[in-house]
């Protein structure tokens, strides 16, 4: 039976083996099942390595993405799990997190996901016990129904690594759900490389993340600006200072060059 079960799902490419140990030493305790889905990491013999036999380890030859390896996955368990969970390679979860987000769930019925709160550079948030709902959550730790993929399809395989899960998340509010983030969980997580000039501290993403920052924030932008206007005027904004810090900041042609080529791709 299905009931209550959740599946575990973490996309590997190239991890830090003891952040990875550790990490799925943390959600083998809280989930019924675990998959690792890895991208032709090249240290794939040393993940072999500190997995064990219940863990389901699928290998790619090709660095696919994080859209298609969690629906690679989720198409072969949707009949098995109520919920699932995604995970990032690098992020720790604290002691019974996905067993309180699954209990939001059960008794939230109009909650399609629900993750913990974020802080960043070990900057604790002042949690108050309480939902808030949202309208795009970060997908590590996130909780979803395993109703949402049998209604709206897997995540969308096109944007491969950036905004993969706010896209998610906009097509679950489109489809009558709400999206919800828990404080009384609190999990650090750095997104990027933290940096800092003077006083500015900023976060850096190589090249190749630039090009799908923009790429994929464009096509967040035609495909949702009448379904949720504020939202996208908001991310515009965000996505004009992170052009800005490009250049006047990182000053790095490469990075420039790529941020223009998403842009301006089909």
């Known amino acids: 039976m299905m009931q209550n079960k959740v599946l575990g799902i973490l996309v590997t490419y190239n991890p830090d083996l003891l952040t990875l140990k550790k990490n799925i030493e943390l959600i083998l305790a809280q989930v019924s099942k675990l998959y ?54 690098d992020t720790l979860i604290p002691d019974s997190t996905i067993f309180k987000l699954r209990e939001l769930l059960l008794v939230n019925k109009e909650i399609g996901v629900i993750g913990p709160v974020f802080s960043r550079n070990n900057q604790s948030i002042k949690q ?26 897997g995540f969308n ?9 706010f896209e998610y998340c906009l097509r679950i509010l489109k489809n009558g759900y709400k999206v919800a983030i828990y404080d009384g969980i609190e999990i650090n997580h750095e997104l990027g490389t933290q940096k800092q000039i003077g006083y500015i501290n900023y976060v850096s993403h190589n090249a190749f993340r630039n090009y799908y920052i923009a790429r994929n924030h464009k096509k967040i932008t035609l495909k949702y600006l009448k379904s949720f206007p504020f939202f996208i005027a908001k991310k515009n904004l965000f996505f004009v200072l992170h052009l800005l810090k490009l250049i006047a900041l990182e000053r790095d042609f490469k990075k420039i060059k790529f941020f223009f080529k998403g842009l301006f791709s089909n």
């Open 36 to 89: 690792i889905f890895d991208n032709n990491s090249n240290n794939i013999s040393q993940i072999e390595s500190v997995l064990d036999n219940s863990i389901v380890l699928i290998k790619s030859n090709l660095n696919l993405g994080l859209g298609k390896a969690y629906n690679i996955v989720l198409e072969c368990e949707k009949i098995n799990f109520e919920f699932f969970v995604t995970f990032d390679q």
């Open 128 to 153: 108050s016990g309480k939902i808030q709902f949202k309208y795009v959550i970060i997908q590590s730790c996130a909780i979803f129904r395993m109703q949402l993929y049998k209604d709206i399809g």
């Open 157 to 165: 395989e096109e944007y491969f690594i950036d905004s993969v899960d």
